[in-house]
């Protein structure tokens, strides 16, 4: 008998018996999983969806609920605060923001319909408020819907698509609105008919041919053949969790240590590769300290160990945390006035590195070379009093001159300070979800979405939060559809 293996597809030559027969099998029952489970069995097909954990999540439940929007004049939320949004500036956005790594079939299709989203997931009875938010946050402490949640407004972005706030986050007081988000899609998933079975891990396709026809989930430590008639939907997200993938394909990520993600193993990804995929853009990753950007410390500096600034800090604190995970020594420092210092969380591991009432005493306690940090300083704050930054475009209101002593430098340890982080990289897809081989042709049968894919946040130096939590939604609902009517 062949051997039942992540890496291989099992023969259906093979198969004794199919312990389940169904038209579409979705394997992971998050965000991803469940909405490919409504759309498919919207089209009336037969869908069973697997998930290893005793219950629903993934790594959707862990986020803030919160889905990146905008296009077509803007949602009602966006054009009641006085934005419209439109299709060409939203696609423009998510290409700069996706980089070198952009789908721009994917960003334009998802330009072109996020709106049409929208509307599809309050039709699920996803709840919005449908207030605006303004200024600079991590996510909503209260339940409003709309806020800043990329870089839109920073540079070099302001300057290729015009800004709106994108975020609309889920009504929900505080944080963690990913949970209410999953539980509102499980119950539509269920009220479908969705067949749902937990504590079954996937551990092989089912392979006819060159046709995907199924797969293996174990339940009990035994292994179960599932059979789908049209097809299987990869939603396990990505390869967070497993450090010898990390190891081989994003090595960076070694550089911080606090990993998110549920069961993130890179299941998904390998089952995908060992049907004939193609894995792309897998050293990216995603990496934030977030308790360093709500304002006032974002009109801080920050600059590396040689004392040298990186980056316009007025951009999303994900962008700026990817960049200072780029410089060398291990670690940054925050450097902030008197006028802007806010104690930042305990949970933050930020400590202070140095204190001065002048730029020059902050340096020596650093131990840099003289007129290293200093000249930076003095540089940087004789242009923000001329509301300039010309080397990198920081803009006001939060471009302010440091001038109030006393001084400090906060430090950013990569390995002692909170950068969370999760993978980027995964199967190349389609618009429609169908996972592609390295020719770029459909595998039949396979179609994939989610963090197990390379989608809309494709480049961790252009992430913008939401951006996930769109990309699984939208493209989850594509596979699902595609699954179920091919």
């Not at 996510?139 to 609309?168: M, Q, V, Y």
């Not at 940087?380 to 209101?397: S, T």
């Amino acid at each position: 008998m062949a051997e039942i293996s992540l890496h291989r597809p099992f023969p259906a030559s093979e198969v004794t018996g199919w312990d389940f027969e169904t038209d579409v099998a979705v394997i992971g029952f998050g965000a991803t999983g469940a909405c490919a489970a409504i759309e498919a069995a919207t089209a009336g097909a037969k869908v069973m969806l697997f998930e290893r954990n005793s219950g629903s999540g993934g790594a959707s439940g862990l986020s803030g609920g919160e889905i990146y929007i905008g296009g077509n004049g803007g949602t009602e939320v966006q054009r009641a605060a006085g934005f419209n949004d439109t299709t060409a500036d939203f696609a423009a956005y998510l290409k700069a923001a996706g980089g070198p790594c952009a789908d721009e079939a994917k960003c334009e299709l998802y330009a072109e319909q996020a709106l049409d989203h929208f509307a599809w997931l309050k039709a699920q009875g996803v709840p919005y408020r449908g207030n605006y938010l303004p200024g600079k946050h991590i996510e909503p402490t209260d339940d409003s819907t709309l806020i800043w949640s990329g870089s839109e407004a920073a540079a070099p972005f302001c300057n290729l698509s015009k800004p709106a706030p994108r975020g609309h986050v889920i009504q929900h007081m505080g944080w963690g609105g990913g949970r209410p988000l999953v539980d509102i899609l499980e119950a539509r998933a269920r009220d479908l008919g969705v067949e749902v079975v937990v504590d079954a891990r996937a551990v092989a396709l089912v392979q006819d041919g060159k046709r995907i026809v199924g797969c293996v989930v174990r339940i009990d430590n035994a292994d179960r053949f599932v059979k789908a008639a049209k097809g299987v939907v990869l939603a396990t997200g990505g390869f967070v969790m497993n450090e010898e993938m990390r190891r081989k394909y994003c090595p960076d990520s070694f550089r911080v240590n606090s990993p998110i993600g549920d069961q993130d193993d890179g299941t998904g990804i390998n089952l995908g590769v060992g049907a004939g995929g193609d894995a792309i853009h897998m050293d990216q990753f995603f990496t934030t300290c977030p308790w360093t950007m709500p304002e006032p410390q974002a009109q801080g500096v920050f600059v590396n160990v040689a004392g040298q600034r990186f980056i316009n800090e007025d951009c999303y604190h994900g962008r700026v945390s990817r960049c200072a995970v780029d410089q060398p020594g291990g670690k940054v420092y925050l450097l902030l006035d008197s006028a802007h210092f806010d104690q930042p969380l305990e949970m933050a591991g930020i400590t202070i590195a140095g204190t001065g009432d002048s730029w020059e005493e902050v340096e020596a306690e650093l131990e840099m070379p003289q007129n290293t940090l200093a000249a930076t300083m003095h540089f940087y704050n004789r242009h923000a009093a001329e509301g300039r930054d010309p080397l990198f475009d920081k803009k006001e209101p939060i471009l302010v001159p440091l001038d109030q002593a006393p001084f400090v430098a906060l430090e950013l340890n990569f390995q002692t300070s909170y950068f969370s982080f999760f993978t980027l990289g995964g199967l190349k897809t389609s618009t429609d979800g169908e996972v592609l081989d390295r020719t770029g042709v459909p595998i039949a049968g396979l179609f994939a979405a989610g963090r197990c894919t390379s989608g809309l946040p494709a480049w961790g130096h252009g992430y913008s939060s939401g951006m996930s939590l769109a990309d699984c939604t939208f493209f989850g609902r594509q596979a699902g559809r595609k699954a179920a009517t091919q």
